[in-house]
């Protein structure tokens, strides 16, 4: 099975940006859709972000006009570019196929402070 490995994480101010990179062990090409996950502290796992095979992308409205999902099926990654970040975009993101089918990496930590 394909294996994720998420990076790019950190600890970054309000308003600063991020871009996480979700690297698959072998070809995304022949999923449609990838998603960008996240499951902050005593929280469900939430879906954030979605792009197809064909580019559409969709957005929770939590972050919507702040961050962008693409991917490189040339590199089997995906990324996640995040802008205006806030205090309660601070979670574990993860990156899968959505709906989720794949095992889960161990994501990568954003913490943004005031």
């Known amino acids: 099975q394909v294996q994720l490995v998420e990076s790019g994480g950190g600890l970054v101010q309000a308003g600063g940006s991020l871009r996480l990179s979700c690297a698959a062990s072998?070809?995304?090409?022949?999923?449609?859709?990838m998603g960008w996950y996240r499951q902050a502290p005593g929280k469900q796992r939430e879906l954030v972000a979605t792009?197809?095979?064909?580019?559409?992308?969709k957005y929770a409205d939590s972050v919507k006009g702040r961050f962008s999902i693409s991917r490189d099926n040339a590199k089997n990654t995906v990324y996640l570019r995040m802008n205006s970040l806030k205090l309660e975009d601070t979670a574990v993101y993860y990156c899968n196929v959505d709906p989720p089918g794949l095992n889960w990496g161990q994501g990568t930590q954003v913490t943004v402070s005031s």
């Open positions: 792009i197809t095979v064909g580019t559409r992308t």
């Open positions: 072998g070809s995304i090409f022949g999923f449609n859709a």
